[in-house]
């Protein structure tokens, strides 16, 4: 199998041998290419910006219940 050097962390690394990860990070590649191939490059997109707004209201969430907390300190 060809090095993946993609990866900046190895979270499994020590606890899974070398070869199960590779194998894993080639079903990753295979699924992705799987998933590029079914659906029109919009859907990537669409997917994205989804995720995108996700991540966004739990930021605004978060903020918002620091906010609370920071209040009941003050008071």
């Known amino acids: 199998m060809a090095e993946h ?3 900046k962390h190895f979270p499994f690394e020590g606890v899974v ?3 199960a990860r590779a194998h894993a990070r080639a ?3 295979e699924l992705r290419k799987t998933f590029e191939a079914m659906f029109p490059p919009e859907f ?3 997917r994205r910006q989804a995720r995108r707004e996700m991540l966004l209201t739990f930021r605004s969430l978060i903020d918002e219940s620091l906010k609370r ?3 009941k300190k003050k008071a």
């Open 69 to 71: 907390m920071d209040e």
């Open 5 to 7: 050097t993609e990866h």
């Open 27 to 29: 079903a990753h590649d």
């Open 17 to 19: 041998s070398e070869e």
């Open 44 to 46: 990537a997109e669409h």
